[in-house]
Each structure stands twice: as C-alpha cells, then as structure tokens.
C-alpha cells in the first residue's frame, strides 16, 4: 500500500490549506484514516481520524475538518484559521486490510509540510 499526499505550503496566519491523500494498493478494506503531524524535535502527534465518526485533537477542534472517501481511497484534511504553531509536516495514515499479504495494519505517507507565518 502506498499513501500520496499533497496540499501542503507556506500560508499566512488566518488562511485555509486543503490536504488531500490518495491510497493505492491491493487494499480489502479501509478500517479508518487520519492525519497526524510532527515539528522539528517534537513527537508525532494525532491531528485527526475518521473511521465512523471523525475525532480531532484539542488544538484543531472547529478549526479543521476530516473527510474521506473510501470508495476512491481518500482522506482529506480542510484547515481553517490557521495558526503558526501549526507549522508542521503533516502525514496521512491509512489502517487497511490487505489481500496480498493478507494482513491488517497502518501505513504512511511521506508527508507535506505546511508552515504558517504570523
């Protein structure tokens, strides 16, 4: 399975950026998918996951939307309002059960980075 994201850029504070992130792969189901992000020594931290329902970190509650399409293997993240502590490299993260192999686990893309000026 491989995970193509993009959207990401440099916007300034205040302004919108839209990413999107494709998967391709001998993919049986999609069992959920999300967003995360990671800024320079900072851990990897959940932004948001769609599965049944979407779930949104603290920091981006009302200010980002998750979508996805899993008919067309998408995830997508709309974010508004942004902030400079936003600044950071985003990746998507698909958890798929696949035919070949035949297993269930989570993938990544490569990630965008998007950086916020005040």
């Known amino acids: 399975v491989q995970l193509q994201a993009s959207g990401g850029g440099l916007v300034q504070a205040g302004g919108s950026l839209r990413l999107s992130c494709v998967a391709s792969?001998?993919?049986?189901?999609?069992?959920?998918m999300g967003w995360y992000r990671q800024a320079p020594g900072m851990q990897r931290e959940l932004v948001a996951v769609?599965?049944?329902?979407?779930n949104y970190a603290d920091s981006v509650k009302g200010r980002f939307t998750i979508s996805a399409d899993t008919a067309k293997k998408m995830v997508y993240l709309q974010m508004n309002r942004l902030k400079p502590e936003d600044t950071s490299v985003y990746y998507c993260?698909?958890?798929?059960?696949?035919?070949?192999?035949?297993?269930?686990?989570?993938?990544w893309g490569q990630g965008t980075q998007v950086t916020v000026s005040s």
């Open positions: 993260n698909v958890n798929a059960a696949t035919w070949v192999p035949r297993t269930v686990k989570d993938y």
């Open positions: 769609i599965s049944d329902g979407a």
């Open positions: 792969g001998t993919i049986e189901r999609i069992n959920y």
